[in-house]
């Protein structure tokens, strides 16, 4: 499981960021790619990763300012371009008005896409769980923007027990298809008359992984119940430190406020983005370390950067 940020910019892209977009790779839980939000120049963005289009399954949409969706229309376009490759369809999650811009753009413009966009559209009332799968569960809650704007938690279901194969060996259990069955959680029987009790070879389920993604907000106590023991909290740095007013008045945070949240949360590590353009390298750095003295396990992430979860 890893996070790929495609766009780490606020509001327009700078020479070193574009805007907003993060993919979620689960290629080896499920074979699939999660998108998160979709800003203008995305599928560039794509073009200099091994990310494939068609492994997106899902995007998820945290609210509708242009930062986060000019990229849209482009991406579904170009997204059906796989003459040789199979056409899957699309789950798209987002505020009420995702599908009305999404239909508008492509109708406007004569795109035909030769998969369907299934649109998962919600309001303040229907937050909450707005997906579960045999393997994951997300669950969405209002932040405190200047529009209508979610955060995301994503949280894997637990993990089954490994089996131990060399404690089965010892017992006399011959590998083959009755490690399957203990592995089901099926007590056997040997030839010998030894009951092997298959509880006794699987270790106890593992705790899944939690992931926690914000869109633009305030400070504010919807982002520390979204990140509550988060594995990865990714949350915005517009401002930096002492520019709380500022950050008040546009409906941002400052990296400091972010690291508050981070550590009310007890997450274990917080990721920064969605950086304003008007901060040079050598800020960068030390909005990083000024963050630090707050929460430690901080990181401001860069265009293209892969964390691993």
């Not at 405190?144 to 994503?154: L, N």
């Not at 404690?167 to 008359?193: R, T």
């Not at 504010?220 to 949350?235: G, K």
């Not at 390298?281 to 992430?301: C, G, N």
Request: aromatic content about 8%; glycine content about 8%.
């Amino acid at each position: 499981m890893e996070l790929q940020f495609l766009g780490t910019s606020a509001g327009q892209p700078s020479k070193a960021r574009n805007v907003s977009s993060l993919v979620l790779k689960l290629l080896e839980e499920i074979n699939e790619i999660w998108m998160f939000d979709c800003g203008e120049g995305t599928q560039h963005q794509i073009l200099k990763t091994t990310i494939k289009p068609r492994k997106i399954s899902k995007i998820f949409i945290t609210h509708l300012h242009g930062d986060h969706i000019f990229g849209l229309p482009g991406f579904l376009s170009s997204r059906s371009f796989q003459a040789n490759e199979e056409q899957t369809d699309i789950e798209l999650y987002g505020p009420v008005g995702i599908k009305n811009f999404v239909m508008t753009s492509l109708r406007m413009s004569g795109s035909h896409l030769p998969y369907r966009i299934h649109f998962h559209e919600f309001d303040e009332k229907s937050l909450g769980k707005i997906l579960e799968t045999d393997k994951f569960t997300v669950y969405a809650e209002k932040l405190d923007h200047t529009i209508f704007c979610v955060g995301y938690r994503i949280m894997q279901k637990d993990l089954e027990g490994s089996l131990d194969a060399e404690k089965l060996k010892a017992a006399g259990v011959p590998f083959g298809p009755l490690f399957g069955k203990i592995k089901s959680g099926q007590d056997i029987v040997l030839e010998n008359g030894d009951k092997i009790v298959a509880a006794d070879y699987i270790s106890p389920p593992r705790p899944g992984k939690v992931v926690t993604i914000l869109g633009d907000t305030r400070k504010t106590d919807a982002s520390i119940r979204l990140a509550v023991a988060a594995d990865v909290f990714v949350h915005e740095a517009t401002y930096g430190k002492g520019d709380e007013k500022l950050a008040r008045n546009h409906g941002h945070s400052t990296n400091m406020q972010a690291a508050q949240v981070a550590k009310a949360a007890g997450a274990k590590r917080l990721l920064l983005n969605h950086i304003s353009a008007r901060f040079l390298s050598k800020d960068i750095s030390q909005m990083r370390k000024d963050a630090a003295t707050i929460f430690e396990p901080v990181h401001l992430v860069k265009d293209l950067e892969e964390v691993e979860i």
